[in-house]
């Protein structure tokens, strides 16, 4: 059922968005220190279309790696794109199977003294070990649990559809981990207490805001114009951000706070003892009490700076009301270092 499920989401083409490797180059820059002597975990990723793979496989040795790992479903619209790998005598084409791909090393196998994407394809190519048929490559398979189980650190772009059990899952086996998925997860009652408890936080994010994302040929039509680029052949989203808990250097940077807290500039809730402000640049430096602030609130979240107290509601259990209005969502925070009045 699950795989089924899986493969409903894939054919309604939900969760078919490839990640740019501009993008990966970008927000792994800042955890290359995380990954010496590590297996990797790459299990929503094909080779034939995946840059997380490609990042991984091109980087190994100067990220130290001990292990990368990349699993597939059955399928791939955009198959062989970028890396063509004859799979020999396979029984079924590529393009038809779930696989695994494992390396433990990457060398200048074909002389040309450099490590490029022609010695990873000379590598999959020649070693069969390196290459393996799965049952289903459903992340939720056993076969790929087993995977999850040897890896230190997950790396990919999950099905969006799937990201509440996605999360979930890596918490359950206690992985660490860098992933892609829709900002609004915040939001959700399964994700939302993992950022309130320092469990889960966001990375740098999209230079921007803007995710450039490939997609197959036949989903073009679903999106207007502006949205999709014929120049480029990429949808744009301002909805997507980088999800991990691993630490980096932004999550420690102090918001500096340089407004002041009057009644009349920011109202009190009308079901919570807290005041609302509309704009994280506008969070009172002064202010002891709780305060209301927008969700990109947690792009400049520094746990060491701010308390998380709850998310949107009043003691009602109703949205947080100002003279009977609703603000749009709100988090809930505390300074734990206001100055002195």
């Known amino acids: 059922m699950a795989n089924k499920n899986l493969n409903n989401a894939k054919i309604a083409k939900k969760d078919e968005f490839y990640t740019q490797l501009t993008d990966i180059e970008r927000e792994l820059q800042h955890y290359w220190q995380h990954f010496k002597d590590k297996v990797v975990l790459c299990n929503c990723d094909d080779p034939y279309e ?3 793979f490609k990042y991984f496989a091109l980087r190994f ?4 790696l001990k292990k990368l790992i990349c699993t597939c479903y059955n399928g791939s619209p955009v ?16 393009k038809k199977i779930a696989y695994k791909v494992e390396i433990t090393e990457v060398k200048d196998l074909n002389g040309d003294g450099a490590v490029d994407l022609s010695d990873v394809r000379y590598l999959l190519q020649n070693d069969r070990n390196a290459i393996s048929i799965l049952k289903t490559g459903d992340f939720r398979d056993p076969e790929c649990i087993e995977l999850l189980k040897q890896a230190d650190i997950v790396v990919t772009n999950p099905p969006f559809s799937l990201f509440r059990e996605y999360i979930g899952q890596l918490i359950e086996y206690n992985k660490k981990f860098l992933v892609i998925g829709p900002y609004n997860a915040i939001t959700y009652k399964e994700i939302f207490p993992l950022i309130q408890h320092n469990r889960l936080w966001l990375g740098y994010g999209f230079h921007a805001g803007n995710a450039y994302f490939k997609i197959p040929d036949d989903a073009i039509k679903e999106y207007a114009n502006g949205v999709f680029n014929e120049c480029t052949g ?6 997507c951000t980088w ?11 102090e918001l ?4 002041r807290y009057s009644p009349e500039e920011y109202p009190h809730y009308d079901n919570y003892d807290a005041i609302d402000v509309s704009k994280t640049a506008d969070i009172p430096c002064d202010y002891n009490g709780v305060m209301g602030v927008p969700i990109t609130f947690l792009d400049k979240y520094n746990p060491n700076q701010f308390d998380i107290i709850k998310f949107r509601k009043g003691d009602d259990d109703k949205d947080l009301r100002v003279n009977g209005k609703c603000p ?3 988090i809930l925070i505390r300074n734990k270092h206001p100055q002195k009045i």
Do not use: A, W
Not at 81 to 94: A, V
Not at 234 to 239: A, I, T
């Open 243 to 253: 999800y991990t808990n691993i630490d980096h250097v932004k999550r420690h940077e």
């Open 79 to 94: 198959q062989g794109n970028e890396l063509m790998i004859d799979f020999g005598d396979f029984s079924e084409e590529p």
């Open 234 to 239: 990429l949808v744009k989203f301002r909805n």
């Open 328 to 330: 749009y969502f709100r």
């Open 61 to 64: 040795n100067q990220l130290g």
């Open 50 to 52: 995946s840059n997380f």
């Open 256 to 259: 500096d706070l340089v407004c």
